[in-house]
């Protein structure tokens, strides 16, 4: 089986686009109790696949030929899942509760490849 890394992507349209910011705080914890709960539910439903339950991911820094900055991304999370192919991985993540329930935008799904002359 190939490896794949799962990126779950944000911005603040698709943010804008869900209502989050609109809801009542009582709406925006049950909306968020769901979303944990789908969450854990479709890790359930995927745990074969799942070789690596990731993390959400924090603030940016970036370093480079002028040295650290601060920057911002859409980088919100990541996991690595196994599928025999591309595309079986990325079906996946459809009706994932990361953008059906929660705020998210999108999960970026790309494979892992060997590291050359290893």
Do not use: Y
């Amino acid at each position: 089986m190939k490896k794949f890394l799962a990126v779950f992507t944000g911005s603040t349209a698709a943010h804008e686009r869900s209502g989050w910011d609109t809801l009542s705080d009582a709406d925006r914890a049950v909306r968020h109790q769901n979303g944990i709960a789908a969450w854990g539910a479709w890790m359930e439903t995927n745990k074969a696949s799942v070789v690596d339950g990731g993390a959400p991911l924090g603030k940016t820094k970036r370093a480079g030929p002028n040295g650290v900055t601060d920057i911002k991304n859409n980088l919100a999370a990541f996991l690595i899942v196994q599928a025999e192919t591309h595309e079986a991985a990325a079906k996946l993540f459809e009706g994932h509760p990361h953008f059906t329930i929660f705020p998210g935008e999108a999960v970026e799904i790309m494979e892992c490849l060997p590291v050359p002359g290893q």
